[in-house]
């Protein structure tokens, strides 16, 4: 099995953005992530709270050493989806192909992931909302800088 570091599994994410936008079926197209829509958020928190916290945490922490331990499969640990991690350095479009179909179906090849995709058990609606509650959890100079990657 090849082994990749986050930041190069951040690297081929991002090579492969253009990919995965392509990927994305109809309804996903110009979607936007509804951070500032309570109700969304509510319902995102709630989804999260029941299909995202076993790995990410209840605070959106992560796993312990995300960043430098593996787990004993050898496959890289959960990020925090806090300020601390880097799901808000993706864009909205890739955060939801990659919450959608998973990781391993964007790296490609033979990478192997815990991060399976939702698409047998979240809605598009329910990917959006639980995005919404995360980036609704940032400070406000975060979601600054995820509105210009997103702009560009």
Not at 9 to 15: N, Q, V, Y
Not at 83 to 110: R, S
Request: with cysteine.
């Amino acid at each position: 099995m090849n082994k990749i570091s986050i930041a190069g599994l951040g690297a081929m994410i991002i090579a492969i953005g253009a990919v995965a936008v392509a990927q994305q079926n109809e309804a996903t197209a110009g979607g936007a992530i509804p951070y500032g829509d309570p109700s969304a958020v509510a319902r995102g928190g709630n989804i999260y709270d029941a299909n995202c916290v076993s790995c990410h945490g209840a605070n959106l922490e992560g796993q312990a050493e995300w960043r430098t331990a593996r787990s004993p499969e050898g496959r890289a640990l959960a990020p925090p989806h806090d300020e601390t991690g880097h799901t808000w350095h993706h864009p909205d479009e890739q955060l939801f192909a990659i919450t959608k179909f998973g990781t391993a179906a964007l790296v490609g090849g033979d990478y192997e992931s815990d991060m399976s995709g939702y698409e047998d058990v979240l809605s598009d609606t329910d990917i959006r909302e639980v995005l919404a509650y995360i980036k609704s959890t940032w400070p406000a100079e975060v979601i600054a800088q995820h509105n210009k990657i997103n702009a560009q």
